[in-house]
C-alpha cells in the first residue's frame, strides 16, 4: 500500500471505526483539528447502503459562513490517493469535495455542501 499523502478532514461518519473499515480497508490514523469559516447543518441521506453502514438516516454537512469565529471540529484522516477516491464514492451526490485550510494551517480535502 502507498503511503498515506492526502489529509482529509471529517466531521462525521467517516470518523466511525464501521465506516472506516468497509470504506478503505482499515482503520485511519487522525488528529484534532477544525475547519474554520464553516458551520455544520444536517441532511437526510437517501442512499441506503450508506444509511446501513453509518447506522444514521441524516448526516453532518458543512456550509461556508464567511465568518472566521465559526468552525467546525472533526478529525485529520491521513489516507492515499486510493483511499481519497474511496471517499468519494462512500460520499453521498449532496456532498462535493473542496480543498481546504484547516486551523493548523494545513491543506486538507473536505466534503461539504453542494
Not at 5 to 21: C, E, K
Not at 25 to 48: C, H, S
Request: glycine share 6%.
Amino acid at each position: 500500500m502507498a503511503d498515506p499523502d492526502q489529509l482529509l478532514f471529517s466531521y462525521g461518519t467517516l470518523q466511525m471505526p464501521d465506516v472506516q473499515l468497509d470504506t478503505f480497508g482499515r482503520l485511519i490514523a487522525v488528529e484534532d483539528d477544525a475547519l474554520p469559516g464553516y458551520t455544520v447543518d444536517y441532511a437526510e441521506i437517501e442512499d441506503p447502503r450508506v444509511v446501513d453502514l453509518s447506522g444514521l438516516a441524516v448526516h453532518p454537512i458543512v456550509r461556508p459562513t464567511g465568518n472566521t469565529l465559526d468552525k467546525v471540529t472533526g478529525k485529520v484522516l491521513w489516507i492515499t490517493e486510493d483511499e481519497l477516491d474511496a471517499a468519494d464514492e462512500y460520499e453521498v451526490e449532496l456532498y462535493r469535495r473542496i480543498e481546504v485550510q484547516l486551523q493548523s494551517r494545513r491543506a486538507a480535502w473536505v466534503y461539504v455542501s453542494i
